[in-house]
């Protein structure tokens, strides 16, 4: 049973950087792709980036790219969001989600995550 936890979240003035990490903290090492969503109050949760943990292909939402990176310590089985320049609009409870197949499917990254942790809030001022 994957059980994802995450942390290092935090509140930063707007072109600062944070790191929130995801671990399954279950050590299941069942997962093939992890990804981090967001969601801002009052608006729909979104997809941020995805890592394929067996070959290392990302993928990033448009908003994010050239800002955010998603990378793995495979040996801790923990995945990292390396979050820079941010900006107010990037304020949202972020999620980490993993699923046990390819990221990508039907053209899509985003979808078919069964797995979620509990969110790390990130505030950006």
Not at 18 to 42: H, K, N
Not at 58 to 85: P, W
Not at 112 to 119: C, E, N, S, V
Request: with cysteine; proline share 3%; charged share 15%.
């Amino acid at each position: 049973h994957v059980q994802l936890v995450e942390s290092g979240g935090g509140s930063v003035q707007a072109g600062g950087s944070l790191r929130p990490s995801c671990i399954d903290s279950e050590r299941t090492y069942s997962s093939v792709c992890m990804g981090w969503f967001r969601q801002a109050p009052g608006k729909e949760r979104e997809a941020v980036a995805a890592m394929y943990l067996g070959g290392g292909a990302t993928y990033y939402a448009d908003s994010v790219k050239g800002r955010f990176t998603i990378s793995l310590n495979r040996a801790q089985t923990m995945v990292y969001l390396q979050m820079n320049s941010l900006k107010p609009e990037d304020t949202a409870m972020y999620y980490c989600a993993a699923k046990g197949q390819f990221c990508l499917a039907g053209g899509s990254w985003y979808g078919g995550f069964p797995y979620w942790g509990q969110g790390t809030q990130v505030t950006v001022s």
